[in-house]
């Protein structure tokens, strides 16, 4: 049994630790140090070869005795100065100097015991670090943040701040208390109503004109869906629905009678409608969508068909439990001419609830989140509306059935309807983002608190502290600053733009942001959960609903990967055009192909 | 009114159309193209005028007069045989030949219209697949495969293909069909009823010993695993908790006597059990759980404790309802010796299924995904079990409450024990792969059939034939394919590892597989689902629940962050310790420090 408390002994003691720690002392190891232990002739003879004997591969000390080193190597250290940055050389001599004897060691010892140590090659650092002090109790992380919190607020929040903190207290009603427990047809119940007290509140038209009871100001429209998004990810879907697209359709693509006739009932959610585009066989390309609307001068009527089941309207909102209108879009015929597609209001439901004659519907049943929000499918079998449905601000059929429109070329006026989707894409993407913050907020705030691991002497490290954990959340976070500022200056300049003036460089922008603001909630909500470990993964963490919620916004509202090859060839049109140099044609034809022939556009 | 019959009209036609097509005539195109035509002087003069009359900014075509344009250029067409390839000038050649009065054009016509259309800077191909034909019905897609099926079917199934075979076979059975409107408590007993189905088949013990009942071949218990995962990964979980984790514990950490006590119990699902190692405070962080265990020697019993509340058991599996023991890992105190985390056996239930006395147990709620599982926490209140439920094969307490041990040192004592799990970890990186094929498998077959936009004579494109979305796919399911053959190799030489060799470089490829495969399944499924766009969100295309159920894989067994860096920290240990280059040391410090001392294990 080695005597742990003579000082010779004791020199060598963090050698003889090293040496066994990782259980397996290698032979041709075990011969080094045992030949560089005999060389010291400041050791006495017995205890060099005693020592030299608790260096067998072939007989590795006992668990107890093992201990018994470690017990005598930490109260040594404890009764010094020694620190992690010191050699094991300097512990051997320090813990030395302090044994029952309390004799010093000759000077060349130290460099004997460095040199044996160098030629090992351990860290000692690491070592040390193992051997040394208790864990203390972890100091409260620091409070106080280290800039003014009240001035970013106030350029974070931006123009419509007193917009938004009136949504924010509305939002700290009892009422929108979450219901985690609710079923789906309780879900959609909850959020309709939810939809209602915003409707009371006057938020839901506040980007129509003041003359419909609205405040003419898409950028406050906006700022709520934004604010909204904080809360529930249906809830803001449900809005946007009714208030965004099957308002904002009428508002933008209808005229004076129809903003009349229509606006203030979908501001206030007595008329709750659908905005029925997408088709299941034609979900992008929504140029080539299949649904008809033949004019029949006769009835004075326009004729809504759906002429095969791959026509039928896909994944509606609204449409599978509340809306009575929907704005339909379909081929228009007229005077033996086909005009592209067109934008009709179509009643689905009577007031009690019950789908129109000639109009089936369908539930779209369970989705991976949203659902809060009644998708459906919709088959119109013949379904005759009055002339005066066509939302005629782009073309007009005059009763005899004669056509005519502001804009000659049909794909010019397709693509003008759709730009008016536009405020819909910049909503949707500063929706995805205020769920990216609500994910980043959890992660960082738990990175901050949340410790594992530690050197031993100090209290284990917050996550955030280590390098990869930073660069983990830390880029992320200052995208999503860039990507707010970003939008915020786009809406800005989108809700400055009037109803006639073109949207082209607007449309691009919004185009290029959603895609890359909702990608980046995606990718941010996914770090996010795995920055929190298991306590990520938890239902009431929230993140799991944040991201099954916001998967979709990289789809709709025009799907990201489309909407990068439109802008990406709008880029390369222009380059062509400047320049007319075969090598950048040959790079436009590279993307344009790649689209087979074009991209018209999509919802 | 343009007369559409004229061959001169007919000539220009192509290019008016062009002109107009997008809306808006800039002045300064519309003078080049004026001061072009009337340099023609094939055209009648009166002619000329009145093609000059159709290029006024001022003055747009009507929508009817537009329609009739193209309606003469697609009859035109339709007589010719020109096809998207040609020219807007050989169209307009061709269909001016081809009109009322069938006279032919003078020689230089087609030059000079070519001349235009150069200066214009017009794709022609995409104009005139706008104009030209009408889209056909798509072919159904080619269905022989170009390779030999079952060839790469055998090679996929490797060397347990019967053993697969046959739990495909088992899953068909009606007993295992998907319930999707199972609530948590449902779905947890549908789970555990299919856990005892493959019990009765004898898959539970396949890892375990032959003179227990087993086969002594993890190869054939890790098929199983990954197999089982292309069904339900809730039960793939639940399976390797009772089976994989529960029992594999009993089997590498015990010795004879709980093998012969237990395993049989353990592969029957007789005596469910869990894995009891994280805890609140702990989890990446194994080493320094505060779970306590001290020998109490007048006893000849441990007294297992939970300190405080931190020091709880978090997240594990089988104890919110079923399991009714326990591997609980706690620091070891005796003969007033620490001697760090070892594994017990304790009771946590009884047969009827109330708590034992002094086991608190709480359930930890819905979670993200798996939720049939049940996870729940547990607390020991100085629960007393007796001195032979200590996993004695690395460790050893004798009546005395003397410690033994065949490993010295507590470090390298610790990751032996934890090396153990390192099937756990190949199952988990194989069972997430399992989930990576099937979504790429759904979203591949969509690609495969689903068509979105195409030139106008031909039908419109499978999204696989876009260069954008075969780039989305393809590479992934490369990926997939190498993965699957490095598991399949790393899975077979881990098989043929005997319990007593070292796991040690299987364990570092294993951590790295584990990581570097369930991130990759996290991204493909996230690429499946926005590949197969709005259809790719509903709840019964798989892709969602895929996504839910395997985001947790990248955080257990192995928090992927911290594998990866003690993957990078060993590669840069080997390097210092092979060239002792200060440069690589200052790497090595690098990585290290990041960890802040040294990340010990993760479970
Ligand atoms: C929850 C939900 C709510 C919705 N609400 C509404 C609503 O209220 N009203 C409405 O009208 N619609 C709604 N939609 C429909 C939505 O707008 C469409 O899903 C979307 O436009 C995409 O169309 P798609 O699903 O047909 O996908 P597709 O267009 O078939 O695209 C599938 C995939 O192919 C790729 N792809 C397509 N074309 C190309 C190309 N040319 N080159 C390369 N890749 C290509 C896409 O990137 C995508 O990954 C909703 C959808 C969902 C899921
Ligand atoms: C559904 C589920 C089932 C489970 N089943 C079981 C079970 O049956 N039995 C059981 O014992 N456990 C189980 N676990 C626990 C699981 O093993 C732990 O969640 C996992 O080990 C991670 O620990 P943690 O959650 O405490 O995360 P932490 O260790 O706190 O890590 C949080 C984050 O910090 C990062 N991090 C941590 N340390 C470092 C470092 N040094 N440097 C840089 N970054 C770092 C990680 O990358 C992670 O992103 C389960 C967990 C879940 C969610």
Not at 204 to 232: C, N, Q, R, S, W
Not at 311 to 323: D, F, P, Q, T
Request: net charge negative.
């Amino acid at each position: 049994m080695l005597d742990t408390s003579s000082p010779h002994v004791r020199a060598v003691l963090p050698l003889l630790y090293v040496a066994w720690a990782d259980g397996v002392l290698v032979p041709s190891e075990a011969d080094t140090i045992r030949r560089q232990i005999r060389a010291q002739d400041w050791i006495d003879a017995s205890t060099r070869e005693e020592i030299c004997g608790h260096l067998d591969p072939q007989s590795p000390p006992t668990p107890t005795q093992y201990f018994r080193w470690i017990r005598a190597l930490k109260e040594g250290a404890a009764q010094t100065s020694v620190t992690t940055r010191c050699s094991l050389a300097e512990l051997g001599v320090s813990i030395a100097a302090g044994g029952s004897d309390g004799a010093a060691l000759p000077e060349p010892s130290r460099r004997a015991l460095e040199d044996i140590e160098a030629a090992l090659n351990i860290d000692g650092e690491e070592v040390l670090s193992d051997l040394l002090g208790e864990r203390p109790e972890p100091e409260p992380p620091a409070v106080e943040a280290p800039f003014e919190v009240d001035a970013l607020t106030a350029l974070l929040d931006g123009t419509h701040a007193d917009l938004r903190e009136r949504v924010r207290t509305l939002l700290q009603d009892p009422v929108f208390a979450y219901r985690p427990d609710l079923d789906t047809p309780a879900y959609r119940e909850q959020v309709l109503h939810w939809c209602e007290r915003l409707a009371e509140q006057g938020l839901g038209g506040l980007g129509y004109p003041e003359e419909h009871g609205g405040d003419g100001d898409m950028g406050k429209f906006i700022t709520v869906f934004e604010t909204l998004a904080y809360h529930d990810l249906s809830l803001v879907i449900k809005f946007g629905v009714q208030f965004g697209l099957f308002g904002g359709s009428i508002h933008r693509l209808g005229t004076e009678n129809h903003h009349e006739a229509y606006l203030e009932p979908a501001a206030s959610l007595e008329l709750p409608g659908c905005f029925a585009m997408t088709e299941w066989g034609h979900g992008s390309n929504v140029r080539e969508l299949e649904t008809t609307a033949r004019y029949d001068p006769a009835a004075e009527e326009f004729v809504i068909n759906t002429p095969h089941d791959e026509a039928r309207k896909e994944w509606i909102g609204n449409a599978a439990a509340h809306g009575r209108m929907a704005t339909v879009f379909a081929q228009l015929h007229t005077d033996g001419e086909e005009h592209g597609v067109h934008a009709f209001l179509v009643p689905i439901r009577t007031e009690d609830g019950t789908p129109m004659p000639r109009v089936r519907i369908e539930d779209c049943g369970e989705k991976m989140g949203l659902n809060g929000v009644d998708n459906g499918r919709l088959w119109f079998d013949k379904v005759r509306i009055p002339r005066e449905n066509l939302l005629d601000r782009y073309g007009r059929v005059a009763p005899d059935g004669s056509y005519d429109s502001p804009i000659p070329s049909p794909g010019k006026r397709f693509f003008t309807m759709l730009s008016t989707l536009v405020g819909g894409r910049i909503s949707v993407a500063r929706a995805g983002l205020s769920a990216a913050k609500s994910g980043l907020t959890i992660a960082v705030r738990y990175g901050n608190r949340r410790r594992q691991f530690g050197p031993k002497d100090e209290p284990e490290v917050p996550l955030l502290d280590y390098r990869t954990h930073k660069r983990r959340l830390l880029p992320r976070l200052a995208t999503t600053y860039a990507l707010h500022f970003a939008l915020d200056d786009l809406t800005t300049r989108f809700a400055a733009t009037g109803r006639d003036a073109s949207l082209d460089t607007i449309e691009a922008e919004a185009n290029a942001l959603k895609a890359y603001a909702t990608w980046h909630t995606t990718d941010t909500l996914q770090e996010a959960r795995e920055a929190c470990g298991g306590q990520g993964y938890r239902a009431d963490n929230r993140i799991g609903r944040l991201k099954a919620d916001t998967d979709v916004f990289t789809t709709f509202e025009g799907d990201n990967t489309v909407l990068m090859l439109q802008v990406a060839k709008g880029l390369l049109s222009d380059f062509r055009r400047e320049f007319r140099d075969m090598n950048l044609l040959g790079m436009a034809r590279f993307v344009a192909d790649g689209m087979a022939t074009r991209v018209t556009e999509l919802n």
